[in-house]
């Protein structure tokens, strides 16, 4: 059976957005709660790896795709207090070289794209458990609670006439809440978030594409070791739903992804820091990206 060529066209795309971004992917971050003294600020600079399978809808003529791709992300934290709440504010840029290969047709065929991917922005506040300024952290268990709003801006590459693309041409905006529970040299961390997607109203080929919310949790379980800026963290998180219409057309495309990370961080000093993390992606549908990503981050506060 054969599609439509507009129609396989849109799906083809839609099975590509399967695939995290670095806004959800990189966003399985342990120690995102963590109080900040007031004041602080860190400049930092990573290199991300990527590649994987991907699986596209039975019915198109696509076979053995794979993606692959390296990213360098710049960031960016400040530390502030408004009221007598810590308050923090990321900012990340990311620019990547991204390459698609398969079999179109029974055809070789591949398809590289390299600029500015979409920036993210995050402004988080700890609503509970935070030490008053110029305190030292309680030595006993302490719990933290706090909230945070994140949002994709859509100025990463998009060409409208072409399938594949860096950015994805809308502004996602992310609530979420999360605890923090440090016992010792143990942290535990839980985070629930909400994606919610702004319809893009120029979607590939004229398309209009609409999206309901994508659910996502993660924990993390983190070990400070006794030599002081060691860390260790094993991560896991999960999303779900966020079925697409095109049209008006239902696409029947709930996402189910699961990820697993391990992170290892050390101090260069007194002011700078090192990070390594491998990041897991595994779909749980007939259709998505398997992935595998590594990464390497400095860090320096001032």
Known sequence: MKLPLKIACVSI?????????????QDLEPRRWTPLPPGLNVI???YVRSDGDIAFDPVLTIENATVEGDTLILSYVRSFEVSGK???FDALLPWADRRWEGLLNGEPAKVTRTGLADPYLRLSIILAGAPAAGAAPSPGPNTVV???IGVVLPLG?????????????????????????TRGKWSYELTASTYLFEDNDEFFDGNKREQDPLFATQFHVVRQFNKPGYWAALSAGYAWEGESTINGVEKEDEKRIFLSALTFGMPIGKKQGLKFAYLRNRTNTDTGGDTDSFTIAWSRRF
């Open 146 to 148: 706090g909230a945070a």
């Open 86 to 88: 810590r308050l923090r």
């Open 44 to 46: 930092g600079a990573g």
């Open 13 to 25: 795309a839609l099975g590509l957005y399967l695939v995290p971004t670095e806004a959800l992917g």
């Open 157 to 181: 590459e998009n060409l409208e006439d072409k399938l594949l693309n860096l950015g994805q041409n809308r502004f996602i905006i992310r609530p979420q809440v999360g605890v923090l529970h």
